[in-house]
């Protein structure tokens, strides 16, 4: 059994939903876990500090070992504060899942700037100012995991949600630059792409009755993302720098792949042109390569270039 003694671990947004359930599968495995939600409506709206205390209550009561944090992830004082309350409570940080964040839909053209503001500002400033007090307590121990809660509508889109969007696959980037530099610390990061049915799709559809007849979200059972989020956590997992989708029950890893391209001669200055010519090599997606950072695309470049790195 996959196991979670003597460590610790963060979830944020962790008072409802699918935030709640990995909060509660972490203690279950022996996590003490700092569950973080502020209690806010899904929009951002207000706070409920019961929110939290009662995930605790819950893990406390089945003899697990909790306690609530009711800080914002949208500031670095927050981030600060919600790390601080794994050491002095618990002495280490092992875990991190940052899954805070809200939900609305809004048309591309009437996206106001507060609008975009405001979702990045949860999403993803919200994933930096949790992860980068988190990693210096790593690097220090030398050791450490973090998962980041990515959607597919910002790897693949999805209508009405370009701040959304926009945050989610911005979190991948963190993700990717925490793995290359944690590397050498005992340092993982990853993301998931979950699928689960939770506040965030009810408030968004809202018509209950649509929704028994939609057959699609009654297999999308959010308790079937938890063993995704949990095992990434864990120190038996040894991936790092990858991403992968959880959606009802079935898990798959999601990659950013490089196309082989077209590679003009040598020497030669390519216009226009040529490139609407070489189109159909330009756009193949076969063979590919997947790289391991910005650099690996560039060596592999002057590699067929015969240029020596």
């Known amino acids: 059994m996959i196991n979670f003694t003597d460590q610790v671990a963060i979830v944020t947004g962790a008072g409802r939903g699918l935030g709640r359930l990995y909060a509660i599968e972490l203690a279950r495995r022996g996590a003490a876990v700092v569950v973080n939600d502020l209690g806010g409506t899904m929009h951002g709206e207000g706070?409920?500090?019961?929110?939290?205390?009662?995930?605790?209550?819950?893990?406390?009561?089945?003899?697990?070992?909790?306690?609530?944090?009711?800080?914002?992830?949208?500031?670095?004082?927050?981030?600060?504060?919600?790390?601080?309350?794994?050491?002095?409570?618990?002495?280490?940080?092992?875990?991190?899942?940052?899954?805070?964040g809200i939900f609305n839909s809004i048309p591309f053209e009437e996206?106001?700037?507060?609008?975009?503001?405001?979702?990045?500002?949860?999403?993803?400033?919200?994933?930096?100012?949790?992860?980068?007090?988190?990693?210096?307590?790593?690097?220090?121990?030398?050791?450490?995991?973090?998962?980041?809660?990515?959607?597919?509508?910002?790897?693949?889109?999805?209508?009405?949600?370009?701040?959304?969007?926009?945050?989610?696959?911005?979190?991948?980037?963190?993700?990717?630059?925490?793995?290359?530099?944690?590397a050498e610390h005992g340092i993982l990061a990853n993301t998931v792409l979950p699928f689960g049915f939770s506040r965030m799709v009810t408030e968004t559809v809202g018509d209950a009755k649509a929704l028994e007849e939609l057959g699609f979200l009654k297999?999308?059972?959010?308790?079937?993302?938890?063993?995704?989020?949990?095992?990434?956590?864990?120190?038996?997992?040894?991936?790092?720098?990858?991403?992968?989708?959880?959606?009802?029950?079935?898990?798959?890893?999601?990659f950013v792949g490089l196309g082989q391209g077209w590679l003009a001669e040598p020497g030669s200055k390519p216009t226009v042109e040529d490139v609407a010519e070489h189109l159909a090599e330009v756009s193949a997606t076969e063979p590919f390569t997947v790289p391991g950072s910005i650099f690996e695309e560039v060596f592999g470049v002057c590699e067929r270039l015969g240029i020596t790195t």
């Open 47 to 100: 706070s409920d500090a019961t929110v939290a205390d009662q995930v605790v209550e819950e893990i406390e009561r089945a003899g697990g070992t909790a306690v609530a944090s009711h800080d914002s992830v949208d500031s670095p004082e927050g981030g600060e504060t919600i790390v601080r309350a794994a050491l002095d409570r618990f002495g280490r940080l092992d875990a991190v899942v940052s899954n805070a």
């Open 219 to 254: 297999v999308i059972q959010p308790e079937l993302v938890v063993p995704m989020v949990v095992f990434l956590a864990s120190r038996e997992c040894d991936l790092t720098h990858q991403n992968y989708s959880a959606c009802a029950g079935r898990f798959a890893r999601v």
């Open 111 to 182: 996206l106001s700037p507060q609008d975009w503001r405001r979702m990045l500002s949860v999403h993803l400033d919200g994933g930096f100012y949790l992860s980068q007090p988190a990693y210096r307590v790593m690097k220090t121990q030398g050791y450490g995991r973090f998962v980041f809660i990515s959607s597919s509508g910002g790897m693949f889109g999805q209508p009405l949600e370009a701040h959304y969007a926009a945050a989610k696959a911005g979190l991948v980037g963190l993700t990717n630059v925490i793995a290359i530099e944690g």
